[in-house]
C-alpha cells in the first residue's frame, strides 16, 4: 500500500515480535470513544492515475508561465537558472532535517553559513539569519526584535507604504501582545520619510522603531541616511523592509544607516509558487545579533581542529528557552535559503547586478511608453505618476484598473495589480512591475493592448 | 571544505544574461541617478560578497558538500519527533509542474483554480483526518500553528468578554515551541508536571486550573511517544474549567486514520504536514502547519480562505471577526500541493494503514532492543518510543550523546536524543512506516552491537564517530568566538 513497503509475512512475524494479534490490536489501548471508523475522503490512486489527475488540476491553472506577468508586488517572476532546480533536487538537501548533528550536516551547515553571508552582504549588514517564513512574518520578528533591543513595546511606527498584507500581518503579530502600531500615510506612492521622523521624534521615550518600505509596496526608493540618522537621535531603530534582489545595483539599507533589514527573498531564485514556500530574510548589525530570532550557523573546529559548522546561539531558542526565547520559530525555509544561495552563486555580483539593469531599463522603457500613451486620447491610461523606483510603478487608469487589468488578461497578459484591491481610493491605479525576463515583445503587446482598452 | 568564497575568481562570466541593453532602452545608471547606486565601503563586512564562479564550478561545490550531508534518501533516520518517512518523488515532480510553481500569488482567481481547488479539497481532506469543522492553510510550520492556535483561543474568550483568562497550561514534556507561541500571544504559562508514567500528572493540571487558565496545549501522542490515556478526563476537567484545549499534532502520524482529535473534544489542533503528510524537510524546512478548529472558532480564523461556490473557488477574506492575516499570502501553498497529492495516493483505505504501520514499526524495533537498553516507560509505545543506556553503560562512561555520535559510524543518522527535557539521556527512536523490516532489523543489530562495545570497549563509543566527516564539533567554541559569515578580510 503506497508506500509502506511491509509484505503480508513480515507484517505477521513484526507483530508477533511486538506481541500483538494485529494492527488493530496496536491500539487496544487508546479509549474506544477515540476511536474513528473509515474516513468519508476519497479512494487511494496509483501513481499512473494519480499523475493524470494532478495534470488535469495543473490544467486549470493559468500560470505565469503561460501569461506574460507584469504583476510584482512582494512575489517576482525573474529568470531562475535549470541548475537551482537540479542542485534543489538533490536527496542529501531536502529530504534531511534541521542540521542537529553537525558531524552529518556540514553539507546544509555550509550552506547555510554562506547564504548568511550573501544575503547579509547584499542588505549591506554584518549578519543575517538563516531564514524565516516570509516576508510577511520577517517583518512581525524584525519588530520584536527592536522591542527586545529598546526593551521598549509601544511606540511603533510602519510607513503606510508598505505592502498592506505585511501591515496586516504585523498587526496580527504585534496586536497579540497588545500593541497598536501607527502607520504613516504615503505621500502618493511614496513613503513619507519626513512625518515619520516627525513621529518618531513625538513619541519620545516610547519609541522603539520606525520601519519604512525600501523598495516600498509602490516600488519606490528613497535614501533612508537622514531618516536613519533622525530615528537614532529620537532613541529607536530603523527597520527597512523590502526585496532584497535589487541591492546587487542600488544602495542597500544597510549602507544607509538602517539598522535591521528583512523582507521577501523570493525573487532570489525561489519559484512564485502562488505565495509560498518563500524564504524570509533577515539581517541586522553585528551589535543586534544575540536579539535575533531563528536560528543562525556558526563557524568553529571539531576535535582535530579542523573547521566546521554548527547551529550557534541555541541559547535565544525555543528549544532551550522556551517562554523566554526570542522567536517561537523553529522549523524555518532552509531549502528556499539554498536556492537563494544557488541563485546568487550561479548570477554571482555581476550577474545580478546585469539582471538588475536589464529591469531597471525595461521597466523604464514600459513606463516612458505608459506616460507617452496617457497623452493619447483612445488609451486606458490617465498618467504615470513620477517617482523614483527600481521595476515597479503606478500607473493611473481611466477607469476602474480592474477593467483593464480584465482586458489585458484577455490578451494573455497579467498587467499587474489592481491597487482598489487595498484602498477603494485607488481603484484607477495599478501596479505594474517589470523583471529583466520580460521580453521587447511583450512589452510592446502591453502598450498595444492598454492603447485600446 | 572550502568556502564558496574562497573559489570565487573576480570577473567570471556567467551565461544568463545579454551584454547589450535592450534597443531603445536607457542605460539602468541613468534612469536611477549616481546618488542611488550601490558603490562599496570602507568596512569589508558591509561590501558584497557574491562568489563569481562558472555554473560548473558551483555545481561541484554544492555537490562536494552533499557528499558531508545525509538526508532520509541516503539512510535510515530515525529522528524521534520528526516523522521522518520517505517523500515520495510523484510529489516533487508534481509541485515542479510550470502550472503550479510558475503561479503569482495576487493572480485573478479565474487563472488559478486548479491551485484552489488542491487548497479547498485538502482543507476538507484535513477536516475529516483531524475531526474538526474547519481547517486554515496559513500557518507555515508548526510554531506557527501553535501561535495562529493560541491567538483563536484568545479572540474567542475575548469575544465572550472572558478576558481574565491569563494563562496557557504546558506540560513539561512540551516541545519547546509550545511554551515560546503562548507567550507570543502575551501569555503566562504554567508548566504542568508529569507522572513517572511519563504522562499528565492530573493532580497537578486540577490544581493549576481555574477561571484565569485560557487553555491547555497537549501534545498526543505525547513527546514520549505515549498515547495520554486519560485524554478524555482531561479534556473534561479543562473544560468544565471553562479553559480550551489546544492538540499539537506533531505526532499524528501515530494515530492517522485510527482517532481524531476531534473526537477527543480538542477545540484547536495544527499539524504537521512536513512530517506527517511527507513533504520533505528541507534541512530545516519550509513546513506547512495547517490549523483545524471546532465550529466555535471557525469565524476567528485568519484570513485569506478558499471559498467555493458552484463549481468555481475564490480567495476570500470575508470574515469579519477574522484574527487577521498571519502571513503575506496563503500559507505555504506548494507544500500543500504535495500534501494532496500524498493524501491522493493513501486515501479512504490508506490513511489507517499509515497510522498502524508507524505504530508498527515502534512497537517491533522498541521489542527488540528493550533488553539491550533501558525503557523507562512501561506504557505501550505509539510511533516512538525512548531508551536509555543502562547503568552498566553509564558506569563505562558511555552516554546517550556518545551513542548517537556512534550510529554515525554504522551508517545511520541518530535518533533525536536530549528530547524530551524530562527523561534524562533520553535516546527518541522513530522509525516511521516507510522502512521495511530488512531495514529495522539491520539497525536493531547496529544498536546491539553499540551496546556491547559500550561494556568492553567503551572508548570506542565515547570518542565517535570515527567515519564521518568532521569529528565532534566544539559548540562553545562556535557560541563564544561568533563567526556567523565569511568576511573577505580573513
Ligand atoms: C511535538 C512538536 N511540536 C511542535 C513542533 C514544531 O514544529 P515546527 O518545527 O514545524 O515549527 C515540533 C517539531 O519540531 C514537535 O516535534
Known amino acids: 500500500m503506497g508506500y509502506i513497503p511491509h509484505t503480508e509475512q513480515e507484517r505477521t512475524e513484526m507483530l508477533a515480535a511486538a506481541g500483538a494479534k494485529s494492527l488493530d490490536d496496536l491500539f487496544a489501548h487508546l479509549p474506544k470513544e477515540t ?15 494519480l499523475s493524470a489527475e494532478m495534470r488535469k488540476l495543473a490544467a486549470k491553472n493559468r500560470s505565469a508561465v503561460e501569461l506574460a506577468c507584469f504583476l510584482g508586488a512582494g512575489a517576482y517572476d525573474h529568470f531562475i537558472p535549470p541548475v537551482v532546480g537540479e542542485l534543489i533536487s538533490r536527496g542529501e538537501l531536502y529530504t534531511a532535517y534541521t542540521p542537529y548533528q553537525p558531524e552529518i550536516s556540514q553539507g546544509v551547515l555550509q550552506l547555510i553559513y554562506e547564504y548568511q553571508t550573501m544575503i ?13 517564513y516570509d516576508g510577511g512574518t520577517a517583518m512581525v520578528e524584525a519588530v520584536q526584535m527592536a522591542m527586545r533591543h529598546t526593551g521598549r513595546m509601544k511606540g511603533v511606527i510602519l510607513d503606510g507604504a508598505l505592502h498592506p498584507y505585511y501591515l496586516d500581518t504585523v498587526r496580527t503579530g504585534i496586536g497579540a501582545l497588545g500593541v497598536e502600531p501607527s502607520v504613516v500615510a504615503p505621500k502618493g506612492c511614496v513613503s513619507d520619510l519626513a512625518a515619520l521622523a516627525a513621529k518618531a521624534k513625538a513619541a519620545g521615550e516610547e519609541l522603539t522603531c520606525v520601519a519604512v518600505g525600501y523598495p516600498n509596496f509602490f516600488g519606490s526608493i528613497e535614501d533612508l541616511g537622514k531618516l536613519a540618522e533622525d530615528v537614532h537621535a529620537a532613541g529607536g531603530l530603523l527597520v527597512a523592509v523590502g526585496t532584497p534582489w535589487p541591492f546587487g545595483l542600488i544602495k542597500p539599507p ?36 544575540r536579539r535575533m530570532p531563528g536560528r543562525l550557523v556558526g563557524k568553529t573546529v571539531d576535535v582535530q581542529g579542523r573547521t566546521c559548522y554548527t547551529l550557534t546561539l541555541q541559547a535565544r531558542e525555543q528549544h532551550i528557552r522556551r517562554e523566554k526565547a526570542t522567536s517561537n520559530i523553529c522549523t524555518n525555509t532552509a531549502l528556499c535559503a539554498m536556492m537563494a544561495h544557488f541563485y546568487m552563486s550561479c548570477l554571482g555580483q555581476n550577474g545580478l547586478k546585469r539582471a538588475g539593469e536589464l529591469a531597471v531599463s525595461k521597466a523604464d522603457l514600459l513606463r516612458g511608453k505608459l506616460k507617452a500613451l496617457s497623452q493619447t486620447s483612445g488609451s486606458a491610461i490617465k498618467s504615470v505618476p513620477e517617482y ?16 483593464v487589468l480584465e482586458k489585458l488578461l484577455a490578451k494573455g497578459i497579467l498587467g499587474g495589480l489592481d491597487l482598489g484591491r487595498f484602498d477603494a481610493a485607488r481603484k484607477n491605479q495599478m501596479l505594474v512591475c517589470v523583471t529583466e525576463k520580460r521580453s521587447l515583445e511583450e512589452i510592446d503587446a502591453y502598450v498595444a493592448a492598454v492603447a485600446t482598452a | 571544505m572550502e568556502l564558496i568564497f574562497e573559489k570565487s575568481r573576480k570577473g567570471a562570466a556567467d551565461p544568463y544574461f545579454p551584454k547589450e541593453d535592450p534597443a531603445g532602452t536607457r542605460k ?40 558531508r550531508q545525509v538526508g532520509i534518501d541516503s539512510t535510515f533516520y530515525p529522528l524521534g519527533s520528526c516523522t521522518m518517512k520517505y517523500n515520495p518523488k510523484i510529489n516533487e515532480a508534481v509541485s515542479r509542474m510550470p502550472q503550479f510553481a510558475g503561479m503569482h500569488p495576487l493572480q485573478p482567481d479565474n487563472t488559478a483554480q486548479g491551485t484552489l481547488q488542491v487548497l479547498y479539497e485538502l482543507e476538507a481532506g484535513l477536516c475529516h483526518v483531524t475531526g474538526m469543522d474547519a481547517v486554515t492553510l496559513n500557518p507555515m510550520a508548526g510554531a506557527h500553528g501553535e501561535w495562529t492556535g493560541i491567538l483563536l483561543i484568545k479572540a474567542y474568550h475575548d469575544s465572550r468578554g472572558d478576558g481574565k483568562r491569563r494563562k496557557i497550561l504546558v506540560p513539561t514534556a512540551a516541545h519547546g515551541t509550545n511554551p515560546a507561541s503562548a507567550a507570543m500571544c502575551g501569555y503566562e504559562v504554567v508548566a504542568i508536571p508529569g507522572t513517572d508514567d511519563g504522562l499528565v500528572d492530573l493532580k497537578g493540571l486540577e490544581a493549576a486550573l481555574g477561571d484565569d487558565v485560557a487553555a491547555l496545549m497537549l501534545t498526543n501522542p505525547n513527546t514520549l511517544g505515549l498515547f495520554e490515556s486519560d485524554i478524555l478526563k482531561i479534556q473534561k476537567m479543562v473544560h468544565d474549567a471553562g479553559g480550551q484545549l489546544y492538540y499539537d499534532g506533531a505526532n499524528l502520524n501515530a494515530i492517522l486514520g485510527v482517532a481524531r482529535p476531534g473526537d477527543m473534544g480538542f477545540d484547536v489542533v495544527h499539524m504537521n504536514l512536513h512530517k506527517t503528510f511527507s513533504t520533505p524537510h528541507g534541512g530545516g524546512g519550509p513546513g506547512a502547519g495547517p490549523v483545524g478548529v471546532k465550529k466555535h472558532l471557525a469565524e476567528f480564523l485568519p484570513v485569506p480562505f478558499v471559498k467555493k461556490t458552484g463549481d468555481t473557488y475564490a480567495m476570500s477574506s470575508d470574515r469579519p471577526k477574522s484574527i487577521g492575516r498571519v502571513g503575506a499570502f496563503y500559507g505555504n501553498s506548494n507544500v500543500y500541493v504535495r500534501a494532496y497529492t500524498y493524501f491522493r495516493t493513501y486515501g479512504k483505505e490508506g490513511l489507517p494503514e499509515v497510522g498502524k504501520h508507524a505504530v508498527l514499526n515502534a512497537a517491533y524495533v522498541l521489542a527488540k532492543l528493550q533488553d539491550t537498553y533501558t525503557r523507562p516507560l512501561k506504557h505501550p509505545c505509539m510511533h516512538e518510543f525512548i531508551l536509555q543506556p543502562t547503568k552498566e553503560m553509564l558506569a563505562k562512561g558511555v552516554r546517550t550523546l556518545h551513542i548517537a555520535k556512534r550510529l554515525i559510524d554504522y551508517g545511520y543518522h541518530p535518533p533525536t536524543i536530549y528530547f524530551p527535557l524530562v527523561v534524562s539521556e533520553a535516546m527518541m527512536i522513530e522509525p516511521t512506516e516507510t522502512e521495511s523490516k530488512a531495514t529495522l532489523d539491520k539497525f536493531v543489530e547496529a544498536m546491539k552491537k553499540i551496546a556491547k562495545e559500550a561494556l568492553e570497549t567503551p572508548e570506542l563509543v565515547i570518542n565517535a564517530p570515527h567515519s564521518a566527516p568532521v569529528g565532534k564539533v566544539d559548540e562553545t567554541k562556535a557560541a563564544k568566538d561568533l563567526d556567523l559569515r565569511f568576511c573577505a578580510c580573513e
Open chain 1, 35 to 49: 476511536k474513528c471508523g473509515p474516513l468519508p475522503v476519497p479512494h487511494g490512486l496509483g501513481e499512473m492515475e
Open chain 1, 120 to 132: 547579509a552582504s547584499l542588505a549591506g549588514c554584518d549578519v543575517a539569519n538563516a531564514s524565516l
Open chain 1, 254 to 289: 544597510g549602507h544607509m544607516g538602517v539598522d535591521i533589514v528583512c523582507g521577501e527573498g523570493q525573487a532570489l531564485g525561489v519559484p512564485m509558487q502562488y505565495g509560498g514556500p518563500y524564504v524570509g530574510y533577515i539581517a541586522s548589525d553585528k551589535a543586534l545579533v
Open chain 1, 388 to 403: 523614483a523606483v527600481f521595476h515597479e510603478f503606478v500607473v493611473e487608469t481611466k477607469k476602474p484598473a480592474a477593467e
Open chain 2, 28 to 67: 539602468a545608471a541613468d534612469v536611477l541617478g549616481k546618488g542611488a547606486l550601490r558603490t562599496e565601503p570602507e568596512d569589508v563586512n558591509k561590501r558584497l560578497a557574491l562568489p563569481e564562479l562558472s555554473e560548473l564550478e558551483v555545481v561541484r561545490h554544492v555537490l562536494g558538500l552533499c557528499r
